[in-house]
């Protein structure tokens, strides 16, 4: 069997998930470690797992689609937030349409499969070992077979079915086609991934000790059961079964997966392991921020979670990429911009209609002292997600208008980036026309009236690329809720659905909900775990994202923006809302729920079939 050689320094380098670990693979140097060498001291078979683990997907911080700079990620193409820089093909030319693309996010098949190689490799030579006490051996397979069943859900959730290959192959060059595996279908690949993650569940810790906290755990493993089985069902229940089952599952399916799913999300939360993060219930939108800031990984919410270290070159650049446009140190900065349909869906405390009201009973302005006075009263999460206009940042406040009014009631709108020379003299004053983190529809500036907050380290000092150790969570407590919830309501149990979105509204200090229904819980889907990469798969596998705007769909989607106007006459703010930003309308057509296979993978395997609608 071919096995890689590792070197001390590549393993190293590798810590992704272990970066607190320092001792975690001490060992005297070696120029080079052969694979005899590896599977005769456990600390480097230890070692080759720390590999695996790097191998993994995640849609974190690093996660775009293309170059990093298009700013194409699951928030932007859903219908959370937009590009802020006017780059093509998505965020640029107002007057266009952007069809989503036939490989968005697509994992191709020769890179996943190398990993999933490397995974069953892992566990044969595990399987073989005699070092290795029993206790050792079933722990380090049920970890190997949760991150294999990882990869598969990477690739489950673009392509429908995929070959299902659970040895490592072997080339015979006089009969290559055994190398070439048909796609199973879609329903076994998802049975595969439960089936994995419960039996890994069985065999690993309930806890790790502080050495291996970032490894999987029990929760790690039912955490992923119960997110890949509430995809499967849901596709079952709203999709269609095409191509004999290679994508679509049968709608005969829905409950059990909604079953397993519910479970799964029980077991986590009985668990007693975790605890919903709730260190500062005084102020609700600090105790929702905190929970993903740096340093506080490590907080009792997180299930799974992609630690970063940048003294180990493992840092990452989501402050650099998305500081307010005053607050981003030269150059960069501006990225995610959330939308205001997303800003409307923060409900008030008090669970009443989120629609902003900017005019009063007889269509008048309202006028504020404050732009961030409009906003008062909404939920907590809110403030703790998004930097708004007039938001506290950094000992500051983040200043976006589109701009002036003068006393006669002409407007002086902005017509560049704020260090774009955007200035009018009235009545031989000089006044300038944007906030000093935008307001017009030119430049690198939010082009919304609003930056995404969670996440953003406001302490960091060094804002370049690779500076940033914010830990991304994979999975987290909150998740497992809602996830029982949608199920719970699926199965007809209302009763438990309505407990657990209480429990996260009750959180968030929202008012308790007294029925529940099944917008209700996509609602607190999507405020719960905005800009967590999550509600552009949710948008796919509901089946929803092929509709119209009008519909809760992206067809005909943009995003609209919120329009601070300073009246210098009184000093105040009034309002307007912007429905015709400077980004493409957006046409998802319904072939794009699958991914097209990657005509490399196409040609070295003619056994694929590709994926309804599309062409090789």
């Known amino acids: 069997m071919n096995m890689k050689l590792y070197k001390t320094a590549t393993l190293a380098l590798t810590l992704a998930f272990l970066a607190s670990c320092g001792d975690y ?88 499969y190398k990993l999933i190689r490397n995974c069953n490799d892992f566990i044969i030579q595990v399987e073989e070992s005699r070092l290795l006490s ?50 199973d279908r879609e329903v076994d690949v998802y049975d595969f991934i439960v089936s994995e993650s419960r039996a890994a569940a069985d065999a690993l810790p309930a806890a790790r000790d502080a050495s291996a906290r970032y490894r999987a755990d029990r929760g790690a493993a039912l955490a992923l059961c119960s997110r890949a089985a509430l995809y499967a069902a849901s596709i079952a229940r ?21 079953q397993a799913s519910l479970e799964a999300s029980q077991a986590v939360i009985g668990s007693g392991v975790y605890a919903l993060y709730s260190k500062a219930p005084d102020d609700r939108a600090k105790n929702y921020c905190d929970m993903f800031l740096k340093g506080n990984g490590d907080n009792g919410e997180y299930i799974f979670q992609k ?7 493992k840092g990452h650049d989501w402050d650099k990429r998305n500081a307010p446009f005053s607050f981003r140190a030269g150059g960069w900065g501006c990225g995610v911009a959330p939308t205001l349909e997303m800003i409307e869906e923060y409900e008030c405390v008090d669970g009443s209609a989120s629609e902003l009201q900017l005019t009063d009973a007889q269509g008048n302005p309202l006028r504020f002292d404050n732009p961030y006075d409009l906003f008062r009263g909404r939920d907590p999460r809110l403030y703790a997600s998004v930097y708004l206009p007039g938001s506290p940042m950094s000992g500051s406040e983040m200043e976006w208008y589109r701009g002036i009014i003068d006393p006669d009631g002409n407007r002086h709108i902005a017509t560049s980036q704020p260090d774009g020379g955007n200035q009018v003299e009235i009545n031989g004053v000089v006044y300038n026309t944007t906030g000093k983190d935008g307001g017009a529809d030119a430049g690198d500036a939010s082009k919304t009236g609003f930056y995404q907050k969670k996440f953003f380290d406001e302490t960091l000092t060094d804002m370049n690329m690779g500076k940033s150790e914010t830990p991304w969570p994979v999975f987290r407590l909150g998740e497992m809720y809602l996830n029982l919830a949608e199920a719970a309501l699926e199965l007809g149990r209302a009763s438990e659905a309505l407990q657990a979105v ?92 699958y991914v097209k296979i990657n005509a490399d993978d196409i040609n070295s395997n003619p056994r694929l079939v590709q994926n309804p609608g599309y062409t090789n």
């Open 25 to 112: 693979l001490d060992k005297e140097s070696f120029d080079i470690i052969t694979p005899e060498q590896v599977w005769q001291e456990p600390k480097l078979i230890n070692g080759v797992m720390v590999n695996l683990y790097d191998g993994l997907q995640l849609e974190d911080f690093n996660y775009w689609n293309s170059d990093a700079w298009r700013l194409m990620n699951p928030t932007t193409l859903s219908d959370e937030a937009q590009g802020s820089f006017q780059k093509d093909p998505m965020f640029d030319n107002g007057n266009a349409s952007y069809t989503y693309g036939d490989g968005l996010f697509e994992q191709k098949f020769a890179d996943r």
């Open 502 to 593: 209480n429990a996260i509204r009750e959180r968030a200090g929202m008012a308790a909900l007294a029925s529940v229904d099944m917008a209700a819980i996509r609602h607190e889907r999507k405020v719960e775990l905005a800009f967590e990469g999550h509600r552009f798969w949710d948008m796919k596998r509901w089946r929803i994202a092929h509709l119209d705007v009008a519909q809760g769909g992206l067809n005909g989607f943009k995003g609209s923006a919120l329009y601070p106007w300073l009246d210098i006459s009184d000093s105040r703010f009034i309002f307007e809302k912007g429905r015709n930003t400077p980004k493409q309308t957006r046409i998802f057509l319904e072939r794009n729920y």
């Open 238 to 258: 709203y999709g269609t079964v095409q191509l004999d089952g290679l994508v679509g599952i049968p709608a005969s399916e829905a409950t059990r997966f909604f």
């Open 134 to 183: 029993a206790a050792d051996r079933d722990a380090l397979l049920a970890e190997a077979r949760f991150l294999r069943a990882m990869h598969y859900f990477t690739l489950v959730k673009r392509y429908g079915g995929v070959p299902l290959i659970e040895k490592p192959q072997e080339a015979d060059g006089d009969n290559l086609e055994a190398l070439m595996v048909p796609r």
């Open 307 to 313: 630690q970063y270290n940048v003294a180990g070159g």
